[in-house]
């Protein structure tokens, strides 16, 4: 598992895609798939639209399940994640919004730990920090 995380349109999914430029690779967009699409390589972007649609009061149990899916879903294929760095210290005033960015901050670490390499997309620039 690769992750790729930077702030919104910092350019993540140009540099992941080309990267993968020169493989069969599925982008996949703000859902986790349900079935496996047959590829070499398996791009997932956008968790964060996804986890909108869930219970977020079960933060815990919705990583580990997500998490677990995940791994599935890197059988017998590469998977490279791209998520949005939503924290950077500023904490919403909403409810929803605050435990958006908790989910996503506890959910980052158990992909961080899992993952094989992570890099960090600042404007275009990447910077490998795992």
């Known amino acids: 598992m690769h992750v790729f995380i930077g702030g919104a349109y ?3 999914t140009d540099y992941v895609m080309t990267l ?3 493989q069969e690779a599925v982008l996949v967009d703000g859902y ?4 496996i699409p047959e590829c070499d390589v398996l791009v997932i972007k956008g968790l ?3 986890l909108v649609t869930q219970n977020l009061e079960e933060d815990e149990a919705l990583v580990n399940a997500m ?3 995940l791994q599935a879903l890197e059988q017998n294929r590469t998977l490279y994640i791209i998520v949005t760095d939503m924290g ?6 909403e409810k929803q919004a605050r ?3 908790d989910t996503c901050g506890r959910l980052y670490q158990a992909l961080f730990a899992e993952a094989e390499r992570v890099i960090r997309i600042w404007y275009g620039i990447a910077e490998q920090i795992k």
């Not at 986790?32 to 079935?35: A, F, G, I, R, T």
């Not at 950077?88 to 005033?93: A, K």
Request: aromatic content about 4%; charged content about 35%; cysteine-free.
């Open 20 to 22: 993968l430029e020169d």
């Open 99 to 101: 435990l958006l960015r």
């Open 67 to 69: 998490l677990t899916r």
């Open 10 to 12: 910092n350019g993540k």
């Open 32 to 35: 986790l798939p349900e079935s």
């Open 48 to 50: 964060e639209k996804w």
């Open 88 to 93: 950077r210290g500023v904490v919403p005033m």
